[in-house]
């Protein structure tokens, strides 16, 4: 298989799913603890828990672009070594 997006692509797409999943991850953690600081002031959510699985939602979709830039790395790199089968 050959890659879909570039080398530097899938490298930033790998650091920036890896920070946003662990960001939204506290961020659910928080909200579904119903913390007081996210959900206890005027304007704020009142269903903690609905507001929670809605970023963990989002944290399954951040899952999905890692797996998927992680195999495009994957394959730039065994691209690099001179592919799939190497004699040297």
Request: overall charge neutral; hydrophobic content about 50%.
């Amino acid at each position: 298989m050959k890659p879909v997006v570039s080398a530097l692509n899938a490298w930033s797409c790998v650091v920036i799913s890896v920070f946003a999943i662990v960001i939204l991850s506290v961020l659910g953690s928080l909200f579904s603890s119903n913390n007081h600081a996210y959900t206890g002031s005027e304007g704020e959510p009142e269903d903690g828990p609905a507001v929670a699985a809605s970023i963990y939602v989002a944290v399954l979709v951040y899952a999905g672009f890692l797996v998927f830039c992680g195999f495009q790395v994957f394959l730039h790199r065994r691209a690099s070594r001179g592919g799939a089968i190497s004699l040297n």
